[in-house]
């Protein structure tokens, strides 16, 4: 079983629904991201949470809301979909501060 | 600004031939540098973690090498294999929270 679990592995909606991407990890991590990744790009942060009650905006967290719900769970929603939300999302974990991060195979996302 | 740059943006070569991506990263502070591979359809995954005191880190075939003088990095591939092809990113860690991510080099391998 994979470390890091991404729900769903790709979706196609349209503009204006809500939608709720999940990521649980079994790798007993303190630290949750949620990055986006756009052809050409880098990735970018989204959001991201050291523990369960913390939670912090990254670079391009406009449109986007997560909820920590367990040390195990970190959910991202777009409140709203628009078409250029549409990209590849990662969620990854770490452990302590400079240690490599571990992703998930991603969540492909379209929006119409 | 933060910004780290990788070239070849692509690269297609020969089955058992080497080949040595490049990184320059203009990054403050500076923390560590990573370079991760993503296979498609999946997520990236570390290869290696150097940091400012380290000139070159080995990982099977990979070899990663650092100038924090000049500020570059390169990864180096030895006798490649058709499951090298991949994306390879280059990460700069600017602090504990901020990290810096490369838009990748292609690399395809030919057999």
């Known amino acids: 079983d994979a470390d890091v679990t991404q729900t769903p592995r790709n979706r196609i909606t349209k503009t204006g629904k809500r939608i709720m991407l999940e990521c649980s990890q079994t790798k007993g991590h303190d630290r949750m991201y949620w990055y986006r990744q756009d052809p050409g790009l880098g990735l970018q942060l989204i959001y991201y949470s050291f523990d369960v009650k913390d939670i912090n905006k990254g670079e391009i967290s406009d449109g986007y809301s997560v909820s920590r719900q367990a040390q195990a769970k970190f959910s991202l929603s777009l409140e709203s979909a628009i078409p250029n939300q549409t990209a590849l999302y990662f969620c990854?974990?770490?452990?302590?501060?400079?240690?490599?991060?571990?992703f998930g195979d991603g969540t492909r996302l379209s929006i119409l | 600004k933060n910004q780290v740059e990788q070239n070849p943006q692509s690269l297609i070569i020969l089955e058992g031939k080497n080949c040595t991506l490049q990184?320059?990263?203009?990054?403050?502070?500076?923390?560590?540098l990573r370079w991760y591979k993503q296979d498609t359809g999946r997520g990236p995954v570390s290869l290696t973690i150097?940091?400012?005191?380290?000139n070159t880190k080995s990982n099977g075939r990979y070899t990663a090498t650092l100038d924090a003088d000049t500020k570059q990095s390169s990864l180096h591939i030895t006798a490649s294999q058709l499951s090298d092809s991949a994306s390879y990113i280059c990460v700069v860690s600017a602090g504990a929270q901020k990290l810096v991510f490369g838009q990748g080099t292609r690399l395809t391998i030919n057999p």
């Open positions: 990854a974990t770490s452990g302590p501060p400079f240690w490599p991060q571990h």
């Open positions: 990184c320059n990263y203009t990054v403050s502070p500076f923390s560590n």
């Open positions: 150097m940091t400012f005191s380290e």
